[in-house]
């Protein structure tokens, strides 16, 4: 084996920051230069046990069958177990996007927990990256282009020829009489990937010749950057944050790019689609400096932000249950079901209103005009003043349940109309 050749040089590294977990990987192999020298390098140094090949059919292409007994065979003499996924991926014009998204869907069913995904992305896919971020107009997280190392469902997700250029990688199979397949589509420019990489990329490489290893290089700076700009957000929105939603007064002492941080650090903990900077400041715009008694609310794909009582609320759509409960019977000695979404939990009953434990219940949604004893009170209040006492949110308020004893409400139940679903 030839130490300094850096596709067999990239995988023992690799495999050295790895050693400590004894890890299985899972190779995506197209049959392209990239995943047959990826998977050649693996096998040359570990055990073939640890190591099985996936190929993901997007069925696009009549010549992919083909592709896939090419892939077969190449496995069948490495002694590497090996599989076939078909996807289907629709014709449309986000047709990368697509066949991206269904790739790694099918690759994440497959991993297993502590498995490794291997692909073959190396250092020029790394500057096309950068430098279609760059153009789209993304921050320090865009521009960071791809990490070395992730998590991906059950497992991880390492790319470990990152600082390995194409041109050894050719080399890398030429040495050792590697066969592989071209996509002919990695030729159509209507691509932008494309674009960047037969038309803009061989421009830039006239003037600057180490284009390539520069680009990667500033990708990693933005990568540091993007991870100090994620710990303070971090430690902002931990500031911010009430349990609830975040507090506008902690917010406001902030600067107007850490604001942005910090709901950008939202969006992601609540698992939703980024806003672009544009929708950013018009959310803040909105929900920070409107008069102080207003209540504006912006939607989103996924559900709503709102603003109440000085605090800023994800309302998600799936949040609440939509349909009216007439009214269900319950003793409150069990956890009471009511839908998918929704469950009064008994334990609640038994720490705020032991005394109504065993009691015939009916638990029902609001009808109007009901007024509510309050524990420990002679007296009825009506359920606004209620609301407004114990700061449940106008939205919120056709959804609370209410605990009814002898035709009288004697709680309120609104823990199920939590921020997260």
């Known amino acids: 084996m ?3 050749e850096p596709v067999a040089a990239a995988i023992r590294q690799f495999l ?3 050693s400590s977990t004894n890890p299985s990987f899972l190779i995506a192999l197209s049959g392209g230069a990239d995943s047959v020298a990826l998977l050649h390098a693996l096998c040359e140094q570990v055990p073939k046990d640890k190591t099985q090949a996936v190929y993901i059919d997007h069925q696009l292409q009549d010549v992919s069958v083909e ?4 892939n077969q065979q190449l496995c069948n003499a490495l002694g590497v ?3 076939t996924i078909p996807v289907n991926v629709g014709k449309s014009s986000s047709l990368e996007a697509e066949a991206r998204e269904a ?5 994440a069913g497959l991993l297993k927990p502590q498995q490794c995904l ?4 190396h250092q020029d896919d790394q500057a096309e990256t950068l430098l279609l971020q760059l153009f789209r107009g993304a921050g320090p997280k865009g521009l960071s282009a791809m990490p070395s190392m992730s998590h991906f469902a059950e497992g991880c997700h390492v790319r470990p020829l990152l600082n390995v250029s194409k041109d050894d990688i050719l080399h890398y199979c030429q040495q050792h009489d590697l066969d592989y397949v071209e996509d002919p589509s990695n030729q159509d420019i209507k691509h932008r990937r ?3 990489r037969h038309q803009v990329m061989p421009l830039l490489e006239q003037e600057w010749p180490q284009v390539k290893q520069t680009l990667a290089r500033a990708s990693q700076l933005q990568s540091d950057a993007q991870n100090i700009i994620y710990s303070m957000a971090s430690s902002d929105f931990n500031r911010c944050y009430t349990g609830e939603g975040l507090s506008i007064i902690e917010l406001n002492k902030l600067s107007n790019a850490r604001q942005r941080e910090v709901v950008r650090y939202w969006f992601e903990d609540l698992h939703q689609e980024m806003p672009s900077q544009k929708v950013l400041e018009e959310l803040l715009a909105q929900m920070l400096r409107s008069e102080s008694d207003a209540q504006p609310s912006l939607e989103f794909s996924g559900g709503s932000i709102k603003r109440f009582q000085g605090v800023l609320s994800w309302v998600p759509e799936t949040s609440f249950c939509d349909e009216s409960i007439d009214g269900k019977e319950w003793y409150g000695r069990d956890d009471l079901l009511l839908s998918e979404s929704v469950t009064v939990k008994q334990q609640w009953l038994q720490q705020q209103h032991p005394e109504l434990v065993g009691k015939p219940l009916v638990v029902r949604t ?8 309050k524990k420990n009170s002679e007296n009825t209040t009506s359920l606004k003043n209620y609301f407004q006492d114990m700061g449940i949110p106008s939205w919120q308020r056709d959804k609370v349940l209410l605990i009814v004893h002898n035709d009288e409400v004697r709680a309120v139940y609104h823990h199920h109309l939590s921020e997260k679903p």
């Open 67 to 70: 592709w896939a007994d090419f």
């Open 118 to 121: 291997v692909t073959g992305h």
């Open 81 to 83: 177990k090996f599989q």
């Open 2 to 4: 030839n130490h300094s």
């Open 194 to 196: 494309n674009f960047i």
């Open 16 to 18: 050295a920051q790895h």
């Open 103 to 107: 790739r790694y869907q099918a690759l």
């Open 366 to 373: 609001r009808q109007g005009g009901e007024r509510v004893r």
